[in-house]
């Protein structure tokens, strides 16, 4: 569905980090889907 293709379009730029391309398909999501909006929490775990 959208969100599929909101990472397929996100992971297009291979050079992104996770977070990055994450934040990309989210946003792109927001953008295709009225039920998602571009408020987000990202937690990360550190090595």
């Known amino acids: ?3 599929a293709l909101a ?3 996100a992971m297009m730029d ?3 980090s996770a977070e990055e391309v994450a934040r990309a ?3 792109i999501a927001a953008d295709i889907c009225v039920y998602t909006n571009g408020n987000l929490t990202v937690e ?3 090595r």
């Open 7 to 9: 990472a397929a379009r």
């Open 14 to 16: 291979s050079d992104k």
């Open 1 to 3: 569905g959208n969100f």
């Open 44 to 46: 990360s775990i550190s």
């Open 25 to 27: 398909a989210m946003a």
